[in-house]
């Protein structure tokens, strides 16, 4: 079991900056990646970014590239989702998941997830 914590999402200007925080507990990372998707009303859940915990080894999607940075502190069993150069489209609700293997952009392989943080981006 793996339990998923949120937070940092806001307001924010477009061009400006979040810093989100996936806070894991419960078993061992050693074999998970921990996934950031988003899912902006009436249209489905998109994946954003991926870290494998073990390794550190990242991924990103093609729309957030340049502009997001995804990170893990061992120490602080945390997720960091740096988003930067934000856009009016990056407005959606921002989930943390996880998931025992390697890095999926299906959203139905992810057995655990977080609560959900909203990031507005103004215009």
């Known amino acids: 079991q793996v339990h998923l914590v949120e937070s940092g999402g806001g307001l924010v200007q477009a061009g400006g900056s979040l810093r989100l925080s996936c806070a894991a507990s419960?078993?061992?990372?050693?074999?998970?990646?921990i996934t950031w998707f988003r899912q902006a009303p009436g249209k489905q859940r998109d994946v954003v970014a991926g870290?494998?915990?073990?390794?550190?080894?990242?991924w990103y999607a093609d729309s957030v590239k340049g502009r997001f940075a995804i990170s893990r502190d061992k120490a602080k069993d945390t997720v960091y989702l740096q988003m930067n150069s934000l856009k009016p489209e990056d407005t959606a609700v921002y989930y943390c998941a996880a998931r025992e293997g390697y890095y999926s952009t299906y959203w139905s392989v992810y057995n655990y997830w977080g609560q959900g943080t909203q990031v507005t981006v103004s215009s």
């Open positions: 870290v494998l915990w073990s390794s550190g080894s990242t």
């Open positions: 419960g078993s061992t990372f050693s074999s998970v990646t």
